[in-house]
């Protein structure tokens, strides 16, 4: 089992709908949560980051954590073009940096 | 503020030789790491610098893998001798906290390293 699992997808929304890309992880005693953007032979980008069970909201994107499912997962609404990326989720575990990353999911918001 | 800096961008070398890449990170960012992505594979942690003291290389694969940070400044990492599975993209990303607050990493551009 992957400590940090996504569906690589290609996931496919029209532009203006809402896209929801998923997470889930392995070691309970996670307590960081970051979604990262990487654009095709870009580096990451950090676009959200949640410590806390329930909903984080920042413009267009939402982070949920449900804790005891073990469960991220980010909202993009309004999706635009510019949002196809791939986008990864990353876990740190309490007093620790080192991050865990899934592998991606790409999103392809269609015009 | 400036970004994360690593140098080179790409580098081409032989099975066998040396290669030794840079890592600038942001002014004021205590913690500097170090991750590679092999192709198709996800990003995986190699070590992590608190100012210049390792705190974590446990994802360091051999011995032929040294990083330093002299002076808590930027970071080295030298592949001595290199071999071909060493290929991918190295980055270097840097973060800040403060209190509990983890900020998360600001990543540099990578560097695309082709071992042949």
């Known amino acids: 089992q992957k400590e940090v699992e996504q569906n690589s997808g290609p996931l496919s929304v029209p532009e203006g709908a809402i896209a929801s890309l998923n997470c889930t992880y392995s070691d309970r005693g996670s307590q960081s949560f970051f979604w990262y953007r990487q654009y095709s032979g870009k580096s990451p980008e950090l676009i959200m980051f949640i410590y806390s069970n329930g909903d984080k909201e920042d413009g267009r994107f939402t982070a949920q954590l449900n804790k005891a499912s073990q469960y991220v997962s980010l909202l993009i609404r309004d999706s635009q073009p510019s949002d196809s990326a791939t986008y990864l989720c990353a876990v740190s575990n309490t007093g620790g940096f080192k991050t865990i990353f899934g592998a991606g999911t790409r999103l392809f918001v269609k015009a | 503020e400036a970004g994360v800096t690593q140098f080179p961008s790409h580098s081409v070398i032989e099975k066998g030789q040396t290669v030794t890449l840079r890592c600038d990170p942001i002014?004021?960012?205590?913690?500097l790491y170090w991750y590679r992505r092999v192709m198709g594979k996800e990003i995986k942690f190699l070590l992590h610098?608190?100012?210049?003291?390792?705190?974590?290389e446990s994802g360091m694969p051999n011995n032929r893998f040294l990083a330093e940070r002299t002076g808590g400044t930027y970071s080295t990492l030298k592949v001595q001798p290199a071999e071909l599975e060493d290929s991918g993209v190295y980055f270097c990303?840097?973060?800040?906290?403060?209190?509990?607050?983890?900020?998360?990493?600001?990543f540099g551009s990578g560097t695309r390293l082709t071992v042949v």
């Open positions: 990303a840097s973060s800040r906290r403060m209190g509990q607050v983890y900020y998360g990493y600001t």
């Open positions: 610098f608190v100012k210049e003291s390792k705190q974590d």
């Open positions: 002014s004021g960012h205590d913690n």
